[in-house]
């Protein structure tokens, strides 16, 4: 048996069905092992040393990997095509004993037939330069965030972080709303006059007074034009007429992707790397079982390979005519910045079209499949056409621009139509008269109103990605987790589509920039990233490049610790009296919410916690009899995470506690056996089925009532970017529904 370790679980049919009989795909479901979290885990003074374990709920992964591993002839390691896939293979390649230097790796960056048993003729040895890339990049996060994490916390509030690309891309979106803030709206008047001729209306846009450009921004300049040009001629001074060209963009990458997907379709970034995920790793097709749809979704390059431009010119000459066939394929340069290690986004085969997986894929999968499909086909069509003219017209001393566009030849927007925001104030018409030189139009009416200028506009996920991409600051797979992260910390958030900065990430941001400017620069970052594409290349030591950002670092940590300037709300002095040492009490802000504590800490621990309305909770005595059946102590009330608990008051000696059921609480009943769940309640919560143990089922989530429509298995409760979904509990399934709340209807 010839073992072949793959990451996703969810290709693992699909790559299993082209390797043929001999072969076991076993998924190592991410990253086995990282830095542990809770130290450094670099050792700084020994050429940055990275300390790796496995992770925790990677154990029993690992464990499995190792058995299946003794059992084979031969272990192929087949992660995902870019560095992170190659820096996993490296370390399974560490926990087996495997020679890195033996062809022990393949890629493929589509999961098709030819793709697999091509890879399969090819195996090549790990390449150290995409490991070593990768790792710097692990290394640099990890001494970013561990050390610049505690400045935070101490000068501004507890359980705060900083990154190295979150903090830089917190830093453009407060910057835009502080440019948002300080706009000032200047007033201008739009003018334009209504002419006609052979009763068809033309729309002459007011350009210039006695050759100069104009621009009317008050009312008193409005009536003093419409009084120069009341009776005047207006005359046709000049007309030019061209063909003008529409070019198809190019392919999918990554954020374009992400950013056609909000603009056209509404989806998150969250949703777009999901669905994208699902197309590329394979869906479930009646009689075919799992079929990947698409090329490797996580991608920075717009060059598609010569085998896929010839299939879509020999697809569009038959579909759509010769015509729509450009003389040369359509090539596109990738950007400059881009490392161009993997194809565009593309289908695997146009022969797949999105009319034939129509009622076969689910809506989302169908929605950005045929918007990949479409873009990728109209990439290798020919440009649109449109006839244009441009017109002059003079009436006194003013001049007039007439413009005007009607399509010539459709070329690729028969396909797929560019998106283009909605500019109200586009003047440029359709289906005008012929205008020839002399030509005098009558005068129907004009037109003009009071306007503003507006403020740049928020960022939106997909406008952010685009910054990102532009400036330079991550990579195509680190995009959706950047933005996603600083809303789970809650340094931004969403009005509508726009995301705005909260007064928390306002704060981390001015805190940030202080004390380390060169970390929070754009520039400095973009840089980075070139640098970490370097180490691929083989061009430099990813050592040599931590140590040059490394060195100053820890100079300036120390001095952000030890000054005295903070950021943190005062504590709240309260009425409580300190019963231990007569100090008057102060409320602040715990784990567990606000709390009252002695402001002589740490002298003086004494705490009390606060109910909802902010009164101090009296300390309630144990039940009547109340024993701890360990040691015979008293029980006493505490609070905790998941709510009230007893504890022995013998801790630390002994540590019994003992949970209080709410029994008015209903947890639903357990899929399984159709017994009542509970929560139970330890280090984490959980729901569990009260029969255990005849019935072991358990569950992180809440268990919903509502059965998946599409396969009948029963389904959670979860929450995505503030919205409540209920997902189904079949992995082979997994569909994902919003719960529609009342406000949403509305």
Known sequence: MKLVVIEGIG???????????????????????????????????????????????????????????????????????????EAISW?????????????????????????????????????????????????????????????????????????????????????????????????????????EKNRKSIKAVLASKNGKKIKLVTKQEVDDTVKELDGKEYEVTSVKKSVTRSKPSAPFTTSTMQQDALNKLG???????????????????????????????????????TNAINEAREFIGEKFGKEYVPT???????????Q???????????????????????RTNYRLYKLIYDRFLASQMSDATFDSLSADIKAGEYEFKVTGKTPKFAGYTVVYKNFQDKDDESDEQSNLPPLVEGD??????????????????????????????????????????????????????????????????????????????????????????????????????????????YEGFEDKVSEAMGDK????????????????????????????????????????????????SGEPIKPVPPEEGEKCEKCGKPMVLRKGKFGDFWACSGYPKCKNIKNIENKEEDYGVCPLCGKPLKAVKGRSMFFGCSGYPDCKFTSAYRVSATKCPECNSYM???????????????????????????????
């Not at 209920?726 to 509305?746: H, I, P």
């Open 11 to 85: 290709k693992k049919e699909t790559v299993e069905k082209y390797l043929g009989k001999g072969y076991k795909v076993f998924a190592t479901k991410g990253h086995v092992r990282d830095l542990p979290s809770k130290t450094l885990a670099v050792n700084v003074k020994d050429n940055f040393e990275p300390r790796y374990e496995i992770i925790p709920g990677q154990k029993d992964t690992v464990k499995k990997l190792v058995d299946e591993a003794s059992k084979a002839e031969q272990i192929l390691l087949a992660t995902d095509p870019d560095r992170e896939g």
């Open 91 to 195: 370390h399974v390649a560490e926990l087996l004993g495997l020679d890195k230097t033996d062809n022990i790796r393949i890629a493929f960056n589509e999961i098709s037939k030819n793709a697999v048993q091509e890879a399969l003729k090819n195996p090549r040895p790990i390449d150290e330069n995409l490991v070593d890339a990768q790792q710097a990049r692990r290394v640099l996060d990890r001494l970013v965030g561990y050390k610049l994490s505690p400045v935070l916390c101490k000068k501004i509030q507890s359980k705060l972080s900083a990154g190295r690309v979150q903090s830089v891309t917190l830093r453009l979106i407060v910057e835009r709303e502080r440019e948002i803030r300080a706009f000032k709206p200047e007033e201008y008047w739009p003018f334009a006059s209504i002419l």
């Open 267 to 305: 989806m998150s970034l969250s949703q777009t790397t999901q669905t994208a995920q699902n197309l590329y790793e394979g869906v479930e097709i009646p009689g075919e079982g799992k079929v990947a749809l698409v090329t490797y979704i996580r991608t920075d390059s717009t060059r598609v390979s």
């Open 328 to 338: 040369k394929p359509n090539v596109y340069a990738s950007k400059k910045s881009a």
């Open 340 to 362: 161009d290690a993997h194809e565009a986004i593309r289908p695997i085969t146009l022969s797949r079209t999105p009319e034939s997986l129509n009622g076969v894929l689910s």
């Open 440 to 549: 005098k139009l009558s005068f129907v009416k004009y037109k003009f109103e009071q306007k503003f200028t507006k403020p740049p506009a928020r960022y939106t996920e997909a406008s952010i990605v685009k910054a990102m991409e532009d400036k330079g600051i991550g990579r195509p797979a680190t995009y959706t987790p950047t933005v996603t992260l600083l809303f789970s910390r809650g340094y931004t958030d969403k009005e509508g589509k726009n995301i705005v900065p909260t007064p928390l990430g306002e704060k981390v941001t001015d805190m940030l920039i202080k004390y380390f400017p060169d970390i929070m620069n754009v520039k400095f970052t973009a840089g980075m990233e070139e640098k970490l594409d370097e180490i691929e290349d083989g061009s430099c030591e990813w050592q040599s490049v931590i140590r040059d950002f």
């Open 565 to 612: 300037f903070t950021l943190k709300e005062p504590d709240e002095e309260s009425d409580v009296i300190c019963e231990r040492c007569g100090a008057r009490m102060v409320i602040k802000q715990g784990r567990y919410g606000k709390f009252l504590a002695c402001p002589n800490y740490p002298k003086c621990k004494n705490t009390k916690p606060l109910d909802g």
């Open 716 to 746: 959670i409760e979860r929450k995505y970017e503030g919205k409540d979904y209920l997902v189904c509990a079949n992995k082979e399934c997994g569909k994902k529904y919003l719960v529609q709340t009342k406000q949403d209807e509305a």
